[in-house]
């Protein structure tokens, strides 16, 4: 989503998210001319998750707080492409890859321990 929406603003013609699509990866391809600002469509891929989950995170509801973790994780997760193409070591995004994995690991624990528990209030 950030991709397209920063190409978008950078006057891309186009730009196509492919989330499933056999055994690939979710990816954006942004089709420019003049590609000039490839660095902030990049960084922007990683930073429209992050800075709605932030958002989400200011909510203080306890529900919506850990799907805001959950989304963390996921754009972290994801973030591995972007991270090797903005230049950095593939070892790097492995770790950062590997954080985002367990983020999700942990708010998907908390996520259901939320919902027991309120299932348990309500019988």
């Known amino acids: 989503m950030g991709h397209a929406l920063s190409a978008k603003y950078f006057g891309c013609e186009d730009a196509e998210t492919t989330l499933f699509k056999s055994f690939f990866n979710p990816h954006t391809t942004v089709y420019c001319e ?52 903005m230049g950095f070591s593939r070892m790097f995004s492995l770790i950062i890859s590997f954080v985002g994995g367990i983020i999700i690991t942990t708010a998907i624990i908390k996520i259901a321990t939320f919902e027991l528990m309120e299932t348990a209030q309500q019988e």
């Open 34 to 85: 003049n590609f000039e600002n490839s660095t902030a469509i990049v960084l922007s891929g990683i930073m429209v998750p992050i800075v709605f989950a932030v958002i989400f995170l200011f909510i203080r509801e306890r529900f919506i707080t850990y799907n805001a973790i959950f989304l963390l994780g996921v754009s972290l997760l994801m973030a591995h492409g972007d991270l090797n193409q």
